[in-house]
């Protein structure tokens, strides 16, 4: 009677393509809230974000690659970590070095990433010239070294990749409404301090129309640093032209007129200004003293 040999178990060591991928869009989300927070900070400066942008994402996936647990958050969450082809802890140059790799991977239409799906130790592009596996969180060196079988698909993978992946698409929808919100908000209060900062020119100006002497034609000076320059006509106008940050500079145009009573109103308008960032009394186009 003959019997059959047992055959082992594979260990499943390798994390696949959708686990890995579901690691990523987790640790995508992560990332994205430090940077929405300094789009904000930084306005409208926009190499200056862009380099930021790039120094918190090499920071995270680097560091916690890195690190004793040897993962991002999301790759912790779904039970992975990278490690080098031996199984042991990778040093920060080589994390920092595996991170700007990505960015090939990410050349002709992602092909670097699908690689993972296909490789026979699920490597991705970057892992292959960092030297790198993503393996079971569980592994130890000895295991990667004699190699196993690749993790399967869980139903927790499967939900966790339709719900982050719906996260961002929301967020993003949101973020296209609140951002440009925001920079409106932040134009029509620097607007209303250049209006305030002329206060005491037009102060100057309501004064001399009252007095009947002359008014201070010529330059002038509003103390606001969105502010550029001033300008008083002959007829009391003041125009005052923009700092370029500003909404790329800009003219806004104060021109007074007195009433029966002897009252001064200022009428407003400007170029290169939509009416929106004027405070409201400007937009019925009237400004009260």
Same mark, same amino acid.
């Given at each position: ?86 199984? !042991?802890? =990778?040093?920060? @140059?080589? *994390?920092?070095?595996? %991170?700007?790799? &990505? ?67 929301? !967020?993003? =929808?949101?973020? @296209?409404? *609140?951002?440009?919100? %925001?920079?409106? &908000? ?104």
């Amino acid at each position: 009677m003959s019997t059959l040999a047992a055959t082992p178990a594979v260990t499943p060591l390798y994390a696949g393509f959708w686990r890995r991928g579901a690691a990523y869009l987790l640790d995508s989300v992560i990332v994205l809230v430090p940077t929405l927070l300094l789009a904000f900070a930084l306005d409208e400066r926009e190499m200056l974000m862009y380099a930021s942008t790039i120094i918190i994402a090499c920071a995270y996936y680097a560091g916690f690659h890195s690190s004793s647990a040897q993962a991002t958050l999301g790759k912790q969450v779904f039970g992975i970590k990278v490690a080098d082809l031996q199984g !042991g802890r =990778i040093s920060l @140059a080589r *994390a920092v070095g595996r %991170y700007f790799a &990505t960015s090939l991977s990410a050349l002709m239409l992602l092909i670097g990433y699908l690689m993972a799906a296909f490789t026979g130790k699920r490597q991705a592009l970057h892992d292959m010239i960092a030297g790198t596996l993503v393996v079971n969180k569980g592994a130890a060196p000895a295991d990667v070294t004699a190699g196993g079988g690749v993790m399967r698909v869980t139903a927790g993978v499967w939900i966790a990749i339709v719900v982050v992946m719906i996260i961002p698409f929301f !967020g993003g =929808i949101l973020a @296209a409404i *609140a951002i440009p919100a %925001y920079q409106d &908000t932040l134009v029509r209060s620097r607007i209303w301090e250049v209006f305030n900062s002329a206060a005491p020119l037009k102060s100057d100006i309501e004064r001399a129309l009252a007095e009947k002497r002359p008014l201070p034609v010529g330059p002038a000076s509003i103390g606001s640093k969105y502010v550029q320059g001033a300008m008083v006509g002959r007829d009391g106008q003041i125009v005052i032209t923009l700092a370029p940050e500003l909404r790329e500079g800009g003219r806004l145009v104060l021109t007074p007129s007195m009433d029966a009573s002897g009252k001064v109103w200022w009428e407003c308008s400007g170029e290169n200004v939509p009416p929106k960032y004027w405070p409201a009394a400007c937009r019925n186009r009237n400004l009260m003293p």
